[in-house]
């Protein structure tokens, strides 16, 4: 699915990570991820989708982005991984 076509290996987990962080736990999704869904305020997702661009989150593992939800969530979580 990640082609590393562009050959810049930074851009692409920047991509990754932010692919992840747009699979966030949605409520209606409960009965099947046995997840409790998550709300993040749209300004807070633009700020965070801003922020892994220009490269705020490049210490976070990309796994910590997967269904998760705020930033807070996801450094909590890699802190937790470490």
């Known amino acids: 699915m990640w082609s590393d076509a562009c050959g810049d290996p ?8 932010l692919a992840n962080f747009f699979a966030q736990p ?26 892994i661009l220009d490269g705020a989150h490049d210490d976070l593992p990309i796994g910590a982005f997967y269904f998760a939800g705020g930033i807070d969530e996801i ?8």
């Not at 930074?10 to 990570?17: G, H, L, N, P």
């Not at 009965?31 to 993040?40: D, L, Y």
């Open 26 to 51: 949605f409520f209606c999704a409960e009965p099947w991820t046995k997840r409790s869904g998550t709300h993040v305020p749209l300004a807070e997702a633009l700020k965070t989708c801003a922020s």
């Open 10 to 17: 930074i851009a692409i987990e920047r991509a990754r990570k």
């Open 75 to 82: 450094r909590a979580r890699a802190a937790g991984a470490a």
